[in-house]
């Protein structure tokens, strides 16, 4: 059979890596790493590489190591290794004991260094990093070769073990591969795999002063830990020749397999540790984990259920082709999952005061009212009923228009869980702003057990005021209007804007922090904390796609 017809449905990644177990390439044995450089936190494209390499590795029940790169000590810190662990765990990944880091591996990949200026292939570079840099060549032209490049390999092998004891200064000799400075491949033109860098590595210490680069370091960690297929993103297209180089020329105990596939960009967002490092330390948001940002922490903090960063990462598969994706489908996906999980609750989120002035006063009743609308199973809640009731301000229209069914002078609703009323008086203040609705209730129309047949055409949420509770909640639109942002793009002015006076349903006082809900008819909302019986919610995403709407009334 064909791997075409065998693997059929498969994404292209998967269908090589059947094809390499079947056909028994490293013994048939696989193994996956995802890489991260812990010089910032995890963002959502780094989800979708998670899912890959811990998702494939599950499927075969192998190993995928959680691999830090940490081959540049002067961006790298701790707080960033232990928010990535946090957010692997997070998304449901174990690494269990296939922990590793670059630094694990420095002596041996300082010792395959030393194989290379053994087998004349690699010199040391005396060069200024101004010279190198001039000399490599451009697209169209060839480089030209050091003068330092037929070195003697001894003299190689002293100057090499000297850098290393530290007896020069940063940037006075690097390390290059011999391979070839006319290659079409720039990648190829005798690239540099070690340099000089006096600067303490937060696992090492002062033990090295030369660090490899990363091509060296990405390649030899694979192999030396046993990796079988190396996944990453497309960038690295033009290093595979490198990456085979490195494998071809030393004695390593496996040969890994590199893989490409794009990166997953995401519209009114940036998907880069560098632009998001910027954002945080110029105070455009609150810290990584500000709930406007496409960081697993920030999504976190917004809501958003890990599940639901999964199946998003699913919808997007896994292709070659650069893309962009729209935010909607993100928003979809979490709505989706949300629907079905959460309780419904009544909070109002602009109240205007109504008070049911046929309604006995002082009196309170209890309403039953169904937690999901789908599921019985996920039970219901008693509702307080009184004469002061709070309902938005956007349900009641003075002078409405021919679509506008909600409530109006005259005109009728129904109380979501309760009882028809009608607005028989409006009360506005000295600026004529609406401040209070006088209403009437019909007692035959309770919900559930009333006598009446009366329909009116559209129902809405309330809270009893009497028995609200209070605290404040936070909407958020995109991080930036412009769908593809670079680092001059202002931030947008609504993507956080607080709601300052809210009135929450009584049930409300039990929730625990981190719990969800939808608020009917706002969205769903995540109790973010909880300070002098205050209650404070972060929106996760509104019910539809306003989103579409918004951008088109902006257009
Ligand atoms: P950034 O530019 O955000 O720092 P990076 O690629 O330098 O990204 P790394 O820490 O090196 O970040 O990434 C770890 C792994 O995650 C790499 O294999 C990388 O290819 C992958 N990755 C990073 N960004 C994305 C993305 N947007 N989509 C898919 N995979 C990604
Ligand atoms: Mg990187």
């Known amino acids: 059979m064909s791997d075409k017809k065998k693997y059929r449905g498969k994404d292209f990644i998967r269908q090589m890596i059947h094809h390499d177990v079947d056909s028994g390439v490293n013994d048939g044995r696989l193994a996956t790493r995802f890489p991260p450089e812990p010089n910032g936190y995890l963002h959502i494209g780094h989800a979708l590489s998670i899912c890959i390499n811990f998702g494939i590795a599950k499927e075969f029940d192998a190993p995928c190591y959680l691999r830090f790169d940490d081959t540049n000590p002067a961006k790298e810190s701790d707080e960033y290794v232990n928010s990535i662990m946090e957010d692997v765990k997070w998304l449901g990944f174990d690494w269990g004991n296939d922990l590793a880091h670059a630094s694990d591996y420095f002596d041996s990949i300082h010792e395959f260094a030393i194989e290379l200026i053994e087998k004349d292939l690699a010199y040391v570079d005396s060069q200024t990093s101004e010279e190198i840099k001039n000399s490599r060549g451009t697209l169209n032209a060839p480089g030209t070769k050091s003068p330092y490049r037929d070195r003697p390999i001894s003299e190689n092998l002293g100057l090499f073990d000297r850098m290393k004891n530290g007896e020069f200064e940063n940037g006075e000799h690097v390390l290059r591969a011999k391979i070839d400075m006319s290659s079409p491949n720039i990648n190829l033109r005798d690239p540099i795999i070690y340099r000089i860098l006096h600067l303490d590595h937060q696992r090492t210490g002062s033990k090295w002063c030369i660090y490899p680069m990363y091509d060296f370091a990405h390649t030899l960690s694979d192999a030396i830990e046993g990796t079988t297929h ?305 209650l404070s919610f972060n929106r996760i995403v509104t019910l539809k796609d306003t989103w579409a709407k918004i951008q088109k009334k902006k257009g």
Not at 395 to 420: K, T
Not at 498 to 515: R, Y
């Open 230 to 534: 190396s996944l990453c993103t497309l960038e690295f297209e033009d290093h595979r020749p490198l990456y085979e180089w490195f494998l071809d020329n030393l004695d390593l105990p496996t040969r890994p397999r590199q893989i490409e596939f794009s990166r997953l960009n995401l519209e009114h967002t940036i998907t880069s540790k560098r632009k998001l490092a910027d954002l945080v330390v110029s105070g455009h948001v609150s810290g990584w984990d500000d709930p406007r940002m496409p960081t697993l922490s920030g999504l976190r903090k917004r809501g958003y259920p890990a599940s639901a960063i999964k199946e998003f990462c699913n919808r997007v598969g896994i292709t070659k082709k650069d893309k962009t994706i729209e935010m909607s489908l993100l928003e979809s996906t979490v709505r989706e999952e949300l629907d079905s999980s959460c309780n419904r609750v009544m909070a109002i989120l602009n109240p205007l005061k109504v008070t049911i002035k046929n309604y006995p006063e002082g009196e309170t009743e209890m309403l039953d009212a169904r937690n999901h609308p789908k599921d019985k199973e996920m039970g219901s809640r008693q509702l307080p009923f009184s004469q002061n009731i709070l309902i938005e301000k956007d349900d009641f229209m003075e002078s409405p228009n021919e679509d506008f069914f909600r409530l109006s002078p005259g005109a009728e609703v129904r109380l979501r869980y309760a009882y028809i009323i009608r607005c028989d008086e409006v009360i506005k203040d000295e600026n004529g702003e609406i401040v209070e609705l006088i209403c009437s209730y019909d007692p035959e129309t309770k919900s559930g057990t009333g006598t009446s047949n009366k329909k009116v055409k559209s129902a809405i949420h309330w809270v009893s005021s009497d028995h609200s509770v209070s605290g404040n909640v936070n909407l958020f639109e995109t991080l930036y209007n412009d769908p593809n942002p670079d680092s001059e793009s202002p931030i947008n002015q609504n993507s956080m804007v607080e709601i300052h006076n809210p009135a929450f349903e009584k049930s409300l006082v039990d929730a625990v922090v981190g719990s969800r809900f939808q608020f009917e008819r706002n969205g769903y909302f995540i109790l973010n904390t909880v300070e002098d019986e205050r």
